[in-house]
């Protein structure tokens, strides 16, 4: 199989390159810079481009069979204060993507989407795909019409597409700079023995797995015989940011000082992920413990490659 991997020398990106590579398949990867964390595999077509430039996106797909679509320009974070970044940035190039993929005769869409911001504040636990979508943030709001555009191009002209909406995924190869995730963001803080923030009284309650199970979920996805499919990614079980820190603080040996601060409008107090479907319709299943997690990513954070 040939892919094309959107944004995938970034974090989630370059675990799914390596993933696809290592089952055996045919990778091309299209991202603006390349990870300083991560060297891709010798076999991997490299482009450096920004994903806005048509005659570079056009020449990405030609001969690809499946596309995974990773980028994003914005976050759950700064979403409501770009709404027209978001709009510009994200939403209008995935239209213009579709067209393409209709054009090169690409066969399936694979769509990075969010489980934890396109469901809003939860009716119940865990949070089904059948959950109605309220997103509290403008990021939620683009990757929840982008999944309807890819349902409406299935079904006016065939093209396939997976949604994977994903939990919070944490590990190796993201780049501290981004400032993304709460495990990443946590360690980063005590290994440099700087504070951590907490924004509320950390009652809030995510939903963490390792990112190379999530790439692993991207992999099978894209080797799946599924035409049209939203599908939940998680470890399916919850965990407060307080319960988080207390974990971590057993795990590394260092006691974490705490910064509180208010708690911010679009976050949701509590996203745990029902992952029901995804087993079933993919067999996938969450298989390194956040124990493990946490630890390989610490190791990998204090590393001497890793500086």
Request: net charge neutral.
């Amino acid at each position: 199989m040939h892919c094309l991997v959107l944004g995938g020398a970034g974090f989630i990106g370059s675990h799914v390159v390596s993933s696809l590579v290592n089952a055996g398949h045919k990778v091309r990867l299209l991202d603006l810079t390349p990870n300083p964390y991560w060297t891709p595999p010798p076999q991997v077509e490299c482009l450096w481009a920004d994903w806005n430039d048509s005659a570079q996106v056009g020449y990405a797909l030609t001969g690809i069979e499946v596309v995974i679509h990773l980028v994003s320009v914005t976050l759950p974070a700064n979403s409501n204060e770009r709404t027209v970044v978001d709009i510009n940035g994200n939403l209008l190039p995935t239209l213009n993507l579709l067209q393409d993929c209709l054009r090169k005769g690409v066969n399936k869409v694979i769509f990075s989407s969010s489980g934890g911001t396109v469901y809003g504040i939860p009716h119940y636990l865990p949070i089904d795909e059948d959950h109605p979508t309220l997103p509290t943030s403008s990021y939620g709001i683009i990757k929840l019409t982008i999944e309807k555009y890819l349902h409406l191009y299935y079904r006016l002209y065939g093209l396939k597409y997976v949604v994977l909406r994903g939990a919070n995924p944490y590990g190796i190869w993201r780049d501290p700079a981004t400032n993304q995730g709460a495990i990443n963001v946590f360690l980063e803080h005590l290994a440099h023995s700087q504070p951590i923030e907490i924004f509320g009284d950390g009652s809030i309650v995510r939903d963490y797995f390792y990112v190379k199970d999530l790439a692993l979920a991207f992999q099978a996805a894209a080797e799946s015989q599924l035409d049209h499919a939203v599908l939940n990614v998680g470890s399916g079980k919850g965990l407060s940011l307080l319960e988080l820190l207390d974990k971590i603080h057993r795990i590394t040996g260092v006691r974490p000082v705490l910064l509180h601060k208010p708690a911010r409008a679009f976050d949701v107090p509590k996203n745990i992920l029902n992952i029901e479907r995804i087993q079933s319709q993919l067999g996938w299943q969450s298989q390194v413990s956040l124990n493990d997690g946490i630890k390989w990513t610490w190791e990998w954070i204090r590393s001497e490659d890793r500086q």
